[in-house]
């Protein structure tokens, strides 16, 4: 059932990648009302107006309105009556397309008049102009606008016009970017705001324009605070349409439909967010279940030696499939080499590597229902005879996300799935996922921040930027609440990168490295080493250097520098690292200690780890795991 507050849903065609059937066709299917026609997607497109209107009645989309119409108000002549006749041919061309209403945004020529009434009257008679062919004007007051570039002000030229024809159009970049907000919108009457833009952004210290043109994303994935400015909206009485004006140079070179299904489900998302619609409650989130890893026999063989290494027992084989498990503590990973699975998909495609994670969640239905709702259909697996059916989403890489809940009678997903073997396990040297670390292609970090923020209820943390020795990597975390869930995202504009090197080497995106937690990481790596673990040397000028910066004690320095540990101090306490050799050069792991409240991940010491992975690539000698 449609909730009786959810507003339509637009897009402009400048938010998409493609020709313009091509964006009209990614909106339809995606599942949009309607769009906005950008007048450069009409120019460059090989038929006329009216073929752009029948191709958007076939697809069921509205045609929203027409844009942009530059550079109109407060002109003077002969430049005026200049206006009014371009004005004239662009409505020939909206009766053609069937749009209703035309954008005139806030003058920014430098021959421009600084002139209020001269404003209004030049947009009553524009929109008595538009009236007379049954169409409307609405007014957009641009951020750099030479004389109007507030929407109060912008409303003041407009109810001064009183035209019924002539309404305001809000784009929340525009109002948010500069600190304004929406306070006063309740005075505007509800049926003069025409049309809502929307668009997000991240803060950045640059002019305004450009941060417009090339920075702004979809609601959800910036930091403008959008939802609010949808709340207010709504409160005003608005009931149009909720449209999404985004310039952003990486979305313009993604999948169409890839970018109009983030587009939708970021509108469905701020809806709910602003109180108009309801969906299904963000899970609570209780961390890590399981790990899944695809693998073949040889590989499976091998990494299954690396997990003993690190502490973990064999702990059963799958009833019906070819599925191992191996556990320490609450830590579960999964080795899968069944044939005709998803598992034996992305081995495939990418080698050994994680293609599953498993979270721990209180209502696992409750969150595949949000996840549909947010379109993100359910997964499911083949399943065998007796086998638990866990709910499980796909990721935007095409990891699998299972979602497990607890089950009134205390079983779990391990005691009806697998022959369990019996294990004296001494006490564990790790205890729990701490976080894991996903490499991400170039201009995909807002569509993850999207997909986690909107599914799980993750928060995207501090975004750092990160010197390799052949480039930049950008890291964003998503974390839970309570911090259970962390999940760092890493991207590189360069292939030489030890993330650039991951994607191109294994096909795409997937997890990098998995962070597992220690209570005391000296003796965790002392015990691990004694298993055979050999773990990335750390150059003793790091220590002289953490020495110095931190202060630490000579005792302390040295046991961390005989057990190659790294180490990193912020305001809420201390985080102590340490590195494997990365498995078949595709993803490695991380013991981590906690002490006291530390939040980050290491960052500062990220340059090192990559030097000494670096230096191991190179052929470094003594550097494979054991098996």
Sequence with gaps: MVDPM???????????????????EAAAAIGFDGVEIFENDLLTFEGSPADVRYLAESLGLTITCFQPFRDFEA?????????????????????????????????????????????????AELAERARRRGLRVGYEALAWGRNVNAWRHAWRIVEAAGHPALGLILDSFHILAVGDDLAGLAAVPADK?????????????????????????????????????????????????????????????????????????????????????????????????????????????????????????????????????????????????????????????????????AFRVDDAPRAARRAEALLCPPWQEPIGPGERRIPALRAPDGTLLYL?????????IYDTDFELFYDAAAEPLLTSVDHIAQAL???????????????????????????????LIRSRAMASPGGDIRLPLNVSESRDTTTGRFLTTF????????????????????????????????????????????????????????NNVLYDRDDGGEFLHAYTHAFDDRFFFEIVQRIGGYRQYGAANAAVRMAAQAQRRNGAPGTELPG
């Design 507 to 562: 096909s795409g995106a997937g997890v990098q490295h998995i962070a597992i937690a220690s209570t005391d990481i000296v003796r965790t790596m002392r015990g691990l080493s004694a298993r055979g673990v050999r773990f990335l040397p750390i150059p003793n000028n790091y220590y002289e250097d953490i020495a110095a910066r931190w202060g630490l004690d000579e005792e302390r320095l040295e046991l961390f520098r005989e």
């Design 193 to 357: 705001i025409f049309l809502a833009q929307l668009a997000d952004a991240p803060k950045l210290s640059m002019d305004v324009l450009s941060w417009s043109r090339h920075f702004r994303n979809f609601p959800g994935q910036g930091q403008l605070p959008v939802a609010a400015f949808v709340r207010d909206l709504i409160g005003a009485g608005y009931r149009g349409a909720l449209s999404l004006e985004i310039f952003n140079d990486e979305f313009r070179s993604a999948p169409a439909r890839l970018m109009a299904r983030d587009g939708l489900r970021s509108l469905l998302l701020v809806e709910a967010e602003a109180g108009a619609t309801a969906l299904p409650p963000v899970a609570a989130l209780d961390g890590v279940e399981f790990l899944e890893f695809a693998v073949d026999e040889q590989s499976g063989r091998r990494l299954a030696e690396v997990l003993r290494g690190l502490g973990f027992h064999y702990a059963g084989r799958h009833r019906s499939k070819s599925v191992d498990l191996f556990r320490q503590g609450r830590i579960n990973m999964i080795l899968n080499t069944e044939q005709d699975s998803a598992a034996a998909e992305h081995f495939q495609f990418h080698g050994p590597s994680v293609c599953a994670m």
């Design 404 to 412: 497990v809940e607890p089950v009134a009678d205390g079983s779990t």
């Design 6 to 24: 959810s507003l339509p849903k637009s897009i402009a065609t400048v938010s998409l990648s493609g020709t313009l059937a091509e964006k009209m």
């Design 441 to 471: 292609p170039m201009g995909r970090m807002d569509h993850f921040v999207l997909f986690y923020r909107a599914l799980l209820g993750l928060a995207p943390e501090q975004l750092w930027e990160i010197p390799d020795a052949m480039g």
């Design 75 to 123: 002109m003077p002549q002969p430049q005026r009556e200049r206006n009014m006749d371009r004005a004239e041919r662009k409505f020939d061309v909206m009766a053609q397309l069937g749009a209703e209403l035309l954008l005139v945004c806030s003058n920014v020529s430098a021959a421009s008049v600084d002139d209020d009434e001269g404003a209004s009257a030049d947009l």
